[in-house]
């Protein structure tokens, strides 16, 4: 299997942490939306992802009842669109959503190997397979940029010989990442990646699958207008994919350092909870039993703003704050942010970020934070 960078020169360059600014995000949500309202009427069950309308309200992906729900701007429900299916906008299983270019909510069906693009009245506008008349690896992480630009990551696939000498049950993936238009055809085949890491499971029926390690290593890609940036599964850097110029790779200043066992054991909590409750004491009783990588990976996930700027994300998943620092696309560092909750960031706009959190009482929350950028 070629790596991505075999035979491909790379630009390198260091990451200018000076002059940066720190943008605030407040502590107090604008808007903040439990997924039961307190009538005692469910509002969404699981938010596997949303973007927010023009007229404030929002389309939330909800992964339990395949659904999409309208909100309008007090974060009412307004309706309630699709269901689970084979037909025309009906989905088997909600991966990932994000906003796909004005308001549009790209929303991707794992099990049905479909895309489906979603209007602001929460009906699906058109669905398409993605890729698209094509034997590619099937995606699993989306990106889309401000104007519509559609990446994605495949599916993690074991590497030969990459076990873990800790623990056999812990094994090195790859990945493959590719740039698609608007139809999901293949456009750019940027190749393989290191991936990260995974644990091999066996299901309480005896089913064998795997998860992602807990604060294990794991690539990460966010699509730009003009170019695809992927986040190291294993260092500290980025790497900027240009259709027209060699890839760019950035250093970014983060201080790498082992994890607490208390990191650890909330990373174990937040994979738990993206499985059925059926399955969720086996699932956590294996995966605590494999020891804590030696480090923390440096970057958790990335996202790219309305302006087009890269937000790398440099806490892990369950940490109690999300820290974020903010760089162009030419590699330059330009701030900081901290978000004050332990979110899941959906989409971050000019002045707000839109995400989901779990509170004390394993209730989901779905929030809108105001950013003030300095």
Not at 53 to 63: E, F, H, K, P
């Amino acid at each position: 299997m070629r790596s991505m960078l075999a035979g491909v020169m790379l630009v390198i360059a260091v990451a200018d942490a000076s002059a940066q600014a720190t943008w605030v995000v407040e502590q107090t949500p604008q808007l903040d939306i439990a997924a039961m309202s307190k009538e005692g009427t469910v509002v969404f069950s699981y938010a596997a992802g949303g973007m927010r309308l023009a007229n404030g309200g929002l389309l939330i992906a909800d992964r339990s009842e395949n659904t999409i729900r309208v909100l309008d701007a007090t974060g009412k429900l307004v309706r309630s669109v699709g269901r689970t299916g084979e037909g025309p906008g009906e989905f088997q299983s909600m991966l990932w959503a994000g906003r796909c270019r004005g308001d549009s909510l790209l929303v991707w069906d794992l099990r049905r190997r479909q895309a489906t693009m979603v209007g602001a009245s929460g009906a699906a506008a058109r669905q398409f397979a993605v890729p698209k008349g094509d034997t590619a690896q099937s995606p699993y992480q989306f990106s889309c940029s401000p104007g519509g630009k559609i990446a994605y990551r495949s599916a993690p696939r074991p590497v030969r010989g990459a076990v873990n000498q800790q623990n056999p049950n812990i094994v090195g993936v790859s990945a493959a990442v590719y740039a698609v238009d608007a139809d999901g055809a293949i456009i750019q085949r940027l190749g393989e990646i290191a991936a990260g890491e995974v644990v091999a499971m066996v299901s309480p029926g005896g089913g064998r699958g795997a998860v992602p390690r807990p604060l294990g290593r794991s690539a990460s890609i966010a699509a730009l207008d003009d170019a695809v940036v992927i986040g190291s599964a294993d260092s500290a850097f980025v790497t900027v994919w240009r259709a027209d110029a060699q890839p760019a790779r950035h250093s970014l200043p983060i201080v790498l350092r082992a994890p607490t066992q208390r990191e650890f054991d909330e990373a174990v909590q937040v994979l738990a909870s993206m499985v059925p409750a059926s399955m969720r004491q086996t699932m956590t009783q294996q995966i605590a039993a494999i020891p804590p990588p030696e480090r923390l990976p440096p970057i958790s996930a990335l996202f790219v703003d309305s302006d087009g700027l890269i937000w790398i994300q440099t806490t892990p998943a369950g940490a109690k704050t999300v820290d974020f620092l903010i760089m162009r696309g030419d590699g330059r560092v330009v701030a900081t942010a901290q978000v004050p909750v332990g979110m899941t960031v959906f989409e971050i706009g000019r002045d707000y970020l839109l995400g989901s959190f779990t509170d004390a009482a394993d209730e989901m929350h779905v929030a809108v934070y105001r950013l003030r950028r300095q």
